[in-house]
């Protein structure tokens, strides 16, 4: 639209251009052409009765009137065009003034409807979801489920996809929001909200300080879970606060909570954020012998509430902390078995949940070749359109690279409109790692 508009005026400068010249060349050859007095006719034919003098008709009179004509084509070849001119300023005004509208609007719904979970803005937050066992449906477990931040959604996925995931919730977690999955909201309050969501979307430097903030953090707990000391520390804490959590009362809850940022701030100390961000370069290189840890940790990065993790999909238990919540039983809700044969708290990492099983050498099968794997991680799916060999997208499998869309229009530095381009959430080298990690499962 907002095309169309600069169209129109550039047909209004033209036109424009084109009146002017065409009356200074009018002008130019009209004095050209202006001759000398050829004899005063009154004098030639008497009866006539006088009226102004040649002089006055052929200067004055002639003037008057070729200058009110002149004023009214002016009006019309220079007032015209003008006002076409600010037609698009006007059109462009409307629609920012509708956009505004709209993303006031949508922030209102926004708060209304979405921050309980998803936080203020969109900044990520917590959804409370009872667990309930598969078939009998008896309770197993009060969760606190991660509602990813919404600040960078508009890159991994379209806003069909956004809308799509709107209509009918996620996973029984979200619920549906739109009239198709049952929900309360109307088609436009669903469109008003993603016009907000336009409004809160990060840009590329502060999407890579969050992945690399949340990569520190998951450096940090990887050293933690190498320590038999620390780990088992660490376990402790958070199984406590699990079962604080179960009793319910505040007091309970708020000493556990002390203990384990109590515990963070002690780990936080050993192992400094510069050390971490040194060691994490240093394991990027794909040389390195631990470079497939760096490929974990981008899997299961927890920045913005997961917002750029695999996990959140693809690993059973993880959006809710299932290795160290704990069911009614007491048991942690996800375990795994270790090298000994026990069963211990953890996740079975690329195990499949809302996305596929990435493991047992399935993505092997399914992307032969690497660069059409990691093509597949950079662009997602889209609904209804096949991948690798035998792969049918949902539309459901977020794009990490950065994502150009057509329907908005943004000014680059040269000027120029082109079509918004959504930061990508993982570089190019982030995604190879996260992809030669998944290749590893
Ligand atoms: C009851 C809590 C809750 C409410 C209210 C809620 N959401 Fe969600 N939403 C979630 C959870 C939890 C997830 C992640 C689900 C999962 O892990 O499958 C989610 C996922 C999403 C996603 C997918 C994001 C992604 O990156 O995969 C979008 C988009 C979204 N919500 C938007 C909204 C909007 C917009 C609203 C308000 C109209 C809203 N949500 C209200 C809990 C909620
Ligand atoms: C919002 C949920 C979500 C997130 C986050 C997500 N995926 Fe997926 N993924 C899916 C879904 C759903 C599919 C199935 C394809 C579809 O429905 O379009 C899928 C499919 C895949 C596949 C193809 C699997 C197969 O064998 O068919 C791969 C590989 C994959 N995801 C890897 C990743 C990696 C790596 C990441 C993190 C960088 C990731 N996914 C993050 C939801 C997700």
Known sequence: MILAQSATRNIGV??????????????????????????????LAANRKPYHS??????????????????????????????????????EGLVENTLHLWTEDGAEAFEESCSSCHGGGGAGGIASFAITEQGTGAFVAS????????????TRFTEDEVIHTLNFGRNGVMPAWGAPGGGPLTAQQLDVIVVYLRSVQKDADAVQVAVTDGLIAEAREEWVLRDPDLSARFLDAKQNLARAQQTGVSSIIEEAQGELSNFQREVGETFPNEQMAAWLDEISDPSHEEYL?????????????????????????????????????GNPVTTVTDADGATVPGYLQGGGW???????????????NVDSHIDFIRKGSADGIRYGVAG???????????????????IDEFGVEVSKNWPASLT???????????RSL
């Open 354 to 368: 809302f996305g596929p099983n990435l493991t047992n050498g399935a993505e092997v099968t399914q992307f032969p």
């Open 143 to 154: 969760v606190d489920w991660v509602a990813p931040s919404l600040t960078s959604l508009l």
């Open 54 to 91: 040649d002089d006055i008709l052929e200067t004055t009179k002639l003037d008057q009137s070729l200058l009110s004509g002149l004023f009214l084509l002016s009006v019309i070849g220079l007032a015209l065009p003008l006002y076409w001119l600010g037609e698009p300023g006007r059109q």
């Open 293 to 329: 840890t760096y490929g974990k940790l981008l899997f299961i990065n927890r920045a913005d509430s997961g917002a750029y993790s695999c996990a959140r999909c693809h690993t059973a238990g993880w959006s809710y902390d299932g290795a160290f919540d704990l069911d009614i039983a």
């Open 428 to 438: 190019e080298e982030q995604i190879a790692a996260v992809v030669a990690y998944a």
């Open 14 to 43: 033209v036109i424009l251009a084109v009146v002017i010249i065409g009356f200074l060349v009018y002008l130019f050859f009209n004095l050209l052409e202006t001759r000398g007095e050829g004899g005063a006719e009154i004098e």
């Open 392 to 410: 049918q997208g949902s539309g459901q499998m977020p794009g990490f690279s950065n994502r150009l869309d057509d329907d908005l229009v943004e």
